[in-house]
């Protein structure tokens, strides 16, 4: 026992002495009525991405992104308060210069998303007294050296010491293992001579246990025998427990859990997927983090080819399947079936409580191809595409022409819903679906469909929704929610806008509509698509109240948003 207890000590020691050197270290000071927090990224990383968050007592909120490629994005709610800088020499570093009350007990984090350590972290107590007062942190923000590091003869000095000390190490190490497995292998040459059942029997069968014989030396070979049965056992369920495979092959591709150092590989295959509109360049790295997300890419040889993401829902008893592409000279070869089917045997196997599959799509295959989900809903979509002078002149005109229908002046007003536990009483109105119709029962929140249970909150609560219903009391015939824009790779960089609409008033919808553009009116930079998401019989009079605006041109007629579900 001790000398299993001193190999695993230096195993663990040893093993310690490998560990990265790489973290983020973070400083805090004030400079007038607003603070200032910079993060330093230490060590040889690759740093993707940088985001910003605030921790209010249990709440934790996004502030801001910033991304190598495409820039500083700050939370629309919080542009006025707070401002991003960023250097990447000599390492990568960010600084967060905030306005908040100085009675307010708030902590501020730095997650930077890193190449190979993955998600690192640093959060700190804006709220202490004992800061440095720091006015010269509006315009910039300076690096702190580190500290002087080791010369040439140092290194070489401490690598010459380093490899006596894990020479040594892996000597005893040997010496001890070696010690134990003879140990070992004498007693499993005495359990051949016991029994000739097989061994996966022990851990399954009940198998009477030989009395107690004592031989003439003492030993006892009953209590042998209990040992060897303990051992085979646990070691049965170590190989059981040890984990997934990082790998699986199939039909000449090999499947691997996606990774962020993938993101490069991922882009190459979604130039053109969804005519530029694509969410995944964006969202990428969140899902590497995200709870209840899986992310599968396939590979044929070292070529990534396919990629395919699940999203647990529903309490564990739903998946969603999202983000489907193919690279394109693999595509019509029936490579998409087979990504597929492995996600849906993975899912099964991993999470045996997944009983349903639902997925949204944009286009209508045909009858043939969706024989084999049954087709819940259908959503009308309006799509427009304007500049950002545009579309400010034209959330105007919206706005002029519910003034002059008197539309602004309905009995039923929009009122803004924040707090959680008030969405939720509204959310679980026993009978709000079918007074809004709503698609298959769930809402639909940026192609995601969610049933209108408790635990699907939570995920709701991720997405930074802004929310509107319809206050007039009572029992509400409308709702809305628009997902804060972001950034698509359209024309080298352009933004994405979703509007959801609920119910099937026509007044509350203008409403609602031009209340979301307006909300969103100082984010937007550069060109931007609107899609506007809503229930059938809105689409005609939405289309009309939207036209006469040579800023904001509607891309397409008519298209739709399909609900689909199987069972998996």
């Known amino acids: ?119 690192l972290e640093q959060c700190i107590d804006i709220s202490k007294k004992d800061v440095s007062i720091n006015t010269s942190m509006i315009k910039d923000f300076t690096y702190e050296e580190p500290e002087p590091r080791l010369g040439l003869f140092g290194h070489l000095g401490a690598m010459i010491i380093g490899t006596i000390l894990s020479l040594f190490i892996l000597t005893i190490l040997f010496y001890l293992c070696r010690k134990t497995s003879c140990r070992r292998r004498k007693s499993f040459e005495i359990r051949t001579h016991l029994t000739d059942l097989p061994a996966e029997t022990f851990a399954e069968e ?51 859990l996606a990774k962020p150092e993938d993101y490069d590989d991922v882009m190459a295959i979604s130039q053109d997927i969804y005519g530029g509109n694509d969410y995944l360049p964006h969202r990428y790295h969140y899902w590497m983090t995200e709870p209840g997300r899986v992310v599968i890419i396939a590979r044929r040889g070292k070529k990534l080819v396919a990629l395919e993401s699940g999203l647990l829902v529903d309490g564990g008893e739903t998946v969603i399947a999202e983000g489907l592409r193919v690279c394109p000279k693999e595509r019509g070869w029936g490579l998409s079936g087979v990504i597929l089917r492995f996600v849906d045997g993975y899912i099964k196997k991993v999470y045996p409580n997944v009983k349903t599959k639902r997925l949204t799509r944009g286009d209508d295959p045909g009858p043939e191809k969706l024989r084999k989900f049954t087709l819940l809903a259908r959503r009308s979509v309006l799509s427009l595409l304007g500049d950002s002078e545009g579309f400010n002149s034209f959330v105007s005109g919206l706005q002029e022409k519910l003034v002059v229908s008197d539309e602004t002046n309905s009995s039923r007003p929009l009122v803004p819903v ?23 029962g769930a809402i639909i929140q940026d192609w995601e469909p969610l049933k209108l249970m408790e635990s699907n909150l939570h995920i709701l609560a991720r997405r930074n929704l802004t929310w509107f219903v319809d206050g007039s009391g009572g029992k509400p015939l409308f709702m809305s929610f628009h997902t804060p824009p972001y950034p698509i790779p359209y024309n080298g960089g352009s933004l994405r806008f979703n509007i959801d609409l609920y119910g099937t008033e026509m007044t509350l919808a203008k409403k ?55 069972e998996l």
């Not at 107690?212 to 030396?217: A, H, K």
């Not at 056992?233 to 591709?253: A, H, I």
């Not at 959680?420 to 809004?436: G, I, Q, T, V, Y």
């Open 418 to 440: 924040k707090d959680l536990d008030a969405l939720k009483a509204f959310l679980f109105d026993s009978d709000l679906s079918s007074r809004l119709q709503l698609p298959g």
């Open 206 to 256: 009940s198998v009477d246990v030989p009395a107690s014989q004592n031989s003439p030396n003492g030993f006892d070979r009953s209590k042998l025998y209990a040992k060897i049965k303990k051992d085979l056992l646990y070691g049965r369920l170590w190989k059981s427990y040890q984990g997934q495979p990082k790998s699986w092959t199939q039909d000449g591709l090999t499947f691997y």
């Open 1 to 119: 026992m001790s000398s299993n207890f001193l190999c695993a000590l230096l195993v663990l020691a040893f093993l310690g002495s490998g560990k990265s050197n790489s973290g983020v270290s973070i400083r805090h000071g004030r400079y007038g009525d607003g603070q200032d927090i910079t993060c330093v990224l230490s060590g040889d990383e690759n740093m993707t991405q940088i985001n910003w968050e605030m921790l209010r007592g249990p709440h934790r909120t996004k502030l801001g992104t910033y991304h190598p490629r495409f820039g500083i994005y700050i939370m629309q709610e919080y542009k006025p308060k707070v401002k991003i800088q960023n250097k990447q020499t000599p390492y990568p570093s960010s600084s967060l210069l905030i306005k908040v009350a100085s009675n307010e007990s708030v902590q501020i984090c730095c997650a930077f998303i890193t190449f190979p350590s993955g998600k």
């Open 512 to 566: 609602a509509l031009t209340t979301h553009l307006n909300s969103v009116k100082s984010e937007i930079q550069g060109l931007v698509f609107v899609h506007i998401y809503m229930h059938q019989t809105l689409w005609k009079d939405i289309k009309q109240f939207c036209e006469g605006h040579d800023t904001m041109k509607q891309l397409e007629n008519f298209w739709e948003q399909l609900f689909l579900e199987k």
